[in-house]
């Protein structure tokens, strides 16, 4: 990964802040012949609008996306069939009033990104997030949407497992429930909904927030992907989900827990399947071994921190080097967590897309 | 990243596996002028092989590094200075007697990646690890000598926290007990040693093993390294820091934990210094902000699974499908993680030199 | 460079082809700071349609550049002041009436792409030249725009000094007749224009076509920019001279006559100056030496092959297999070597732009 | 392709200057599975020693080849087999005595890189020719040996065709004389050699030096590699050739020709042979078209230019700005592109090898 690319030979390389007039990508290296349509895209994209719930700060943008080059479209009028020439797509921004950012575009907000831009460009766009913004994680997910459709028989899916001190109950893992309309947390389990509301509902109006931990479990991925040290495909999976906002912490299975158990307890037992396939008896190793899939499910789960955009009072300096207090005015999302779900999904499905394609370079199989 | 190279402008490529002839890395990139010798790079190796305790295997390896290009020798003939071309690095293994691998040759070792080599190449060197051997970490080490050379000021450190079930006392924190020879488990509480060493024992005497947690302390990072959202110096680092043997999760500053508490606890709040520059009140961060460094301590931390070498019967599968039971013979190391410390070092200053080379680049600063 | 991207620092990834709704590139690695207008753009996009001629074909399409991101506007309103983030540039097809393709879509025209296209990929946009199309250059030439800004003094600029049979007289050279309202072919000298129009008015009338032969001159480029063997300044001009459409060879200083003329003729001679750099006594090197830029004149030259769209009916198959003759209807641009300037220009002045970022990461300078 | 590596999924990083101990290459990428002996490496190294000819000098290293990492040794204990990891090679250098380089060190060789070498990087390794030196590029033609087994039925030659102003007869074009004992110029025209012969005892005899244009013919390159204008295949040969010491210009097909002839000339007409598969009826593209391999023979020309190392003085600066007249002592090199064919063709062999794997991962063919 280096500068604004990701990926080897499927390559998306993004653009756009929240305030200019557009952002989007242009994904590189897709084979030609991957087949879908303008709905499959746009699906994955109003996932990152939850439940229309009041847990979500609403945005009026559409994120109406537009699929620029590297396609013809099918006899039906809808199918659009890649050409394997890189296929750009554009999200307009509808709303780009600037509204009057005033003192705030000043000021650094403590743990946001704004003292560090400041250091390291010697100038910003003060407006929204700058590349930072949310609004950039719709480029991601709309080429998560053609990676999806590149490795056949392959699903990745996410969940919201934790929202601040309060977690699910996995005996309760339903993948079903995540798309319920009564679902507006990416829970896989109907019993935390309610706990998760007045949690967050008590977050919300003290006017703090609080992050989460989430989930993205990959079915289908064929075993051998990947490379033994470098090019690991958890390595690029976890480097994939760092490169999101707000992220802090990533982990492949069972993760950090590896470091508490024994040997024996950590290692996956093999046996043979009655269909010639090896059965893993358990998955610790979280579908990787050596940094190559081995052909179990690949989990990866990653921590979001809470938004530091709250009501409160923060001490902060500005431009001037003055001491100043901070606080965030308006709306505010007491806990970005929950889109990240989506987007963990898709940068995911990115990793194992290439990963794809540089195996089937390498070994022609 | 991508194949067996890492880093955009201080790029390092290994190869060579644990029963080949040698092994070693190529530096490409690094600036003329840059001054070390071969003790700076011996003495980081060295620091694999800890405390000669009876808690890590002991290699009859001597681990001699040279030097074969990219140097010219200084008039004291001890200093060598990088002249801007690829440096060259090599370690002939000393010992290459295959022993008998007999059966375990055709067996998958759970939790290892024998079966994943297999599926991915259809072959495999099966004599040690193959690139997946521990030693293949000796071209890293070699690799970050160089890279903490390269960054005025800067200081990669880094310790044991946690083994298996047991963690240090961090109100105990000394760096200077580290390199202490009392002090075979890399840990910075002098208290934990007799804790760790009672705890491996029994690990090691029951034919067990355990995996650790170790962190990466950065100092004297410059403020502005890094990017906003790809090429994230944090993202840079988790991917380095999962590039490396049996590590299953990486955090950055505070890492989970930021998902479990408020966001008025987790950002870090600034007033300004006397000397004109701003002042953390806290480093949850870890020293990076929307990708970019701050000029805090660069923070990260990594679990390392237990080594699935362990003297217990497992069920597993060979080559013929057939199902067996496989259990390590000999010597084993109770607690891989140990080693992993140096490791850790020098992929986070790898990370961080090579981002500083980018971010001079970029911005001429 | 590889897939749609060029460039190592400055990196420039184009999409789009001539017959979807737009086209585009994306500039990241610019440097924060630089400031440029929508004119500095377009004025070079312009240059793409010189003299309204009667030997260019006439596209209705205002090639009017957008930018969508990594700027900020200064307060005059009108100068944009790069972020460091992305720079989305996007032209848009006003005229995508698709006319009837009809058999031509089945056909193979000779000396086209059409054959290897359907070859690699199974499948093509029979509308236009796909990614082949003149159109696409309109990217390198807006991302060429902002290349020219980024090394202070750098000057690129380019003229043909031949026409198929016919050659400039090179003691008539003068820069300034290339901007010329008389001069439709990027000729720097004036007694060449009426034998070139003569020239390919004849072509034009006989409905064949002819190729040309293009230089490129930048001065003000800094010594020490490239590398010894691989990632030589020259070696990456020829690159991105070659990816340009229907060149077919590459010539760096006296190119291909080095061949012929004896070490002593070639080996350019130094003194030096009052000023206390070095003078060559002469520039056969075309300023560079062992990869690296010396401080001369840095010269390169490139071939265009004929287009292949003529009014004779050629020998070819179609899709089925069948023998065909092949005719290309309608207005043809007997030269299309003379819109070939202004993308050279812009293709060498983004190698320049990408070693000066790169020269100044290794080195600091 | 970028500092010391080449290609993207098969990748060559060469490190090594002359008056080191050791120069090599690791090639990364390679498939598993792919046979070769240490012959078939050594004999490619080999024809680097053309004829132990008069005309060229001779070095007293054996250049003999070690492979120390990325295969196992098949039953037959010769046959070397890849194992997908990184292969490492390794040329020790024999002679490492220091000469005198004296004031020679001090002064920079007209034609030479060594003022752009000081100017980079404030310093360089004035023994030898450093990262210039030819014999780096035994690296290339170890690595060309490894790429030409991994396309099935591919064969890539090289032929001198001119020399300074005496050119081949190509109506005697005979591949199998190049490898004749009374052929020390590596030309295809047995005509030639005394023409050649006594033309280079003058050149020899007058202490000057001469260039050479080399063609390269890959046979057997399966239509579909490239890609249409970046990562063109025609592009990725002219950047490999031209990153070889002292060439200065490359050409494709008929090149330069090309922009002299008329469409009609140029383009290679098609018909349908008998075998189903199209029969081009000329092939002035280097069986090239539009980035694409057409599946004729790829032919691309290089020059390079007489060394500049001669026997008359010549006037340059030294390291302290004085005007002084340099001259070549000892033996020297009159024509340095005859080494030059080998070096050529392992460089085409290694962008094909390339391209394959890139094609089969983009494509599944």
Redesign the interface.
Known sequence: ??????G??F?V?????SH?????C?V??C???IRFTLKDIQDELDKRKPGQSRFVTQRREPDEV?V???V?TDEDGETL?S??????M?IENVDQRSKDYGEIARQ?R????D???D???????HRGG???SAR?TASRVAAGAIARKIVPGLVVRGALV?M??KSIDRANWDWDFIGSAENPFFTPDAGSVQVFADYLDG?RKSG??????IEIVAEGVP??????????L???I??NL????AV?????????E???????E???????GND?Q?IF?SNN??G????????QDVIARF????????L?P????DKD???VDVMTKGRHDPCV?IRAVPIGEAMVACAIADHY????????R
Chains 1, 2, 3, 4 share one sequence.
Do not use: C
Not at 83 to 88: A, K, L, R
């Open positions: 990964m280096s500068h604004n690319t990701f080897h030979l390559r390389t993004t653009w756009g802040e200019g007039p557009a952002l989007g242009v590189d290296g084979p030609p012949g537009k620029l080059s590297g013809i069939i050409t394997g020439t890189p296929i750009s554009m650094y403590p743990g946001h990104a003292y560090a831009y250091v390291k460009y010697g100038l910003r766009d700058g590349r930072s950039e934790s601040g001190v977050i703090s927030s609080v992050g989460a931990v075993a051998g992907l990947g490379a033994p040290i470098y090019a690991k958890d390595q690029d976890a480097s760092m490169s999101i906002n802090k912490g990533v982990e492949i299975g069972n993760g950090f590896a470091a508490r158990i024994s040997g024996e950590n290692a996956d037992e093999m046996r043979m010639g090896p008896l190793a979280g990787i071994l050596g940094g190559i899939s081995t052909g921590a979001v921190k809470p938004t530091s955009s709250i409160t923060r001490k902060s300096i080097g003055k001491d967590g394609l540089r195996h089937r370079g390498q070994t022609g």
